[in-house]
């Protein structure tokens, strides 16, 4: 029997590496990295799962490429521009990112990301931090110490176990275990949750702009010594 084909159905779509990498970055955003295997991502594109070896070479090089568009979407310094508000830009851009693909944060910091997206953010962050006054080895030091605060605070706030909305009921039941004579300052704490007068969520530009003045502050104090030592 002949199968009639409906001349308002548009052809299925090619397969191609962008079509595979932009449905694996959705499946992982909706269902996490765990669930992203080459199985399901067949089944999703309406594929064989051999016909993915053709454009990727295993979940691993899919991760790595997921990885990349999603380090695409930073906001990237440009070099020569103020310094702190680049890369507070940056900072909150990533962090925003990173809450859009939630499962994004732990292959950034355990993989070796190479991507061509990757390279230009570093590159672009070192040289921000070098245009203005920084050391090559002061400027790799600093962009660390800023992501290790977006990606730990992103990584707590992405798996605290109580949402904002429960941390009062939270105080309350947790009171018992915080006794005011043994643990005087965190039981005053947990009553200020309790009432109202602090919310108890971190803040996460508060961090940031202790980072970033620090920074501010080691540049002025070894441009000093490099200018003592030279007069």
């Not at 990727?56 to 695409?72: H, P, W």
């Not at 851009?93 to 990173?98: E, G, H, P, Q, V």
């Not at 962009?143 to 706030?157: C, K, M, P, R, V």
């Amino acid at each position: 029997m002949t199968k009639t084909i409906d001349p308002d159905t548009p052809p299925p779509l090619p397969l191609s590496r962008d079509r595979v990498l932009n449905a694996a970055l959705r499946l992982a955003d909706e269902g996490g990295i765990e669930s992203l295997s080459m199985r399901k991502l067949a089944q999703d594109l309406g594929v064989k799962a051999m016909s993915l070896y053709n454009h990727v070479a295993n979940k691993d090089d899919i991760i790595d490429r997921i990885v990349d568009i999603v380090v695409s979407e930073i906001e990237v310094p440009v070099p020569g521009s103020d310094w702190k508000t680049a890369m507070r830009r940056r900072a909150i851009s990533a962090r925003a990112t990173l809450l859009r693909h939630p499962w994004a944060t732990m292959p950034i910091v355990s993989r070796v990301n190479v991507g061509p997206a990757m390279l230009r953010y570093v590159d672009a962050t070192l040289g921000c931090f070098y245009e203005a006054g920084f050391s090559l080895e002061m400027a790799d030091r600093a962009w660390n110490a800023i992501d290790s605060h977006i990606y730990g605070f992103t990584l707590q706030e992405l798996n605290f176990p109580f949402e904002a909305s429960e941390y009062s009921e939270a105080a309350k039941d947790g009171l018992s275990l915080i006794p005011a004579e043994k643990y005087p300052y965190l039981n005053q704490l947990t009553h200020y949750v309790m009432e109202g007068r602090y919310d108890g969520l971190h803040d996460f530009e508060f961090g940031l702009e202790l980072i970033l003045d620090g920074l501010d502050r080691f540049r002025d104090n070894a441009r000093s010594s490099v200018e003592n030592l030279t007069n």
